[in-house]
């Protein structure tokens, strides 16, 4: 079935003043919506690859045919990035995780605080275009970035967090100020919403590890 554009889950005002309605609605009715034409009129193609779910396809993605691999590249990566981008943000967000989440990140980056400052600052020398993401990868929390709009699942990394730096997702109103982008949108990043893709990147990769783990079975005496 052809991909759909989700709709906002919340109004394209919601997260005034730190994200304008202006760019949320150019950002989702045109960006987001051109990903998905874009990547419906590629796998047209190749109807069969239309069955295969958006990160299946992301995870698969070195084994699209060739004359359609650097439109579904494209455009599958930037309808995914899109659709969890828009739910890791919500009114009135931001603050601090859950104690339980909080304590998850400081194993990895010592505390909340630092790994806000190591977030932000990959988002900041990123060059060009591109994401910053937090991915579950191996079990472990890490802060990575990809360019375009590529995926990390394309890498075998699950993003449970992620932060568009391309320039149509802040220049209308932070211009080419992109730290004070990045600082205004950590007052509404969804941390429920990360903190329940978090689980469910462990849940997934635990059932994936007991399907690969052959059943132990007695030899007959």
């Known amino acids: 079935m052809p991909y759909t554009l989700p709709p906002l889950p919340y109004d394209y005002a919601a997260l005034e003043p730190h994200i304008d309605a202006q760019t949320m609605r150019i950002h989702h009715d045109k960006h987001h919506r051109g990903y998905v034409d874009n990547l419906n009129a590629a796998l047209d193609k190749h109807p069969e690859w239309h069955m295969k779910g958006l990160e299946e396809l992301l995870i698969d993605i070195a084994h699209v045919p060739s004359d359609i691999l650097v439109a579904a ?119 429920a919403e990360v903190a329940r893709r978090y689980d469910a990147a462990l849940e997934s990769a635990a059932g994936y590890q007991e399907r690969r783990t052959p059943k132990a079975t007695s030899r007959p005496r």
């Open 73 to 191: 590249r494209n455009n599958a990566g930037g309808h995914h990035n899109h659709s969890l981008f828009w739910l890791s943000m919500m009114a009135q967000g931001g603050g601090e995780p859950a104690s339980r989440f909080a304590t998850v990140i400081g194993a990895t980056f010592r505390t909340v605080a630092e790994f806000r400052e190591q977030f932000s600052h990959a988002a900041a020398a990123h060059f060009g275009s591109g994401w910053v993401w937090l991915v579950v990868h191996r079990g472990n929390l890490e802060i990575t970035t990809t360019s375009n709009q590529d995926s990390p699942l394309m890498e075998a990394k699950v993003p449970i967090l992620g932060l568009d730096v391309w320039e149509h997702a802040y220049y209308l109103k932070y211009q080419n100020r992109r730290a004070d982008y990045v600082a205004a949108w950590w007052n509404v990043v969804n941390w």
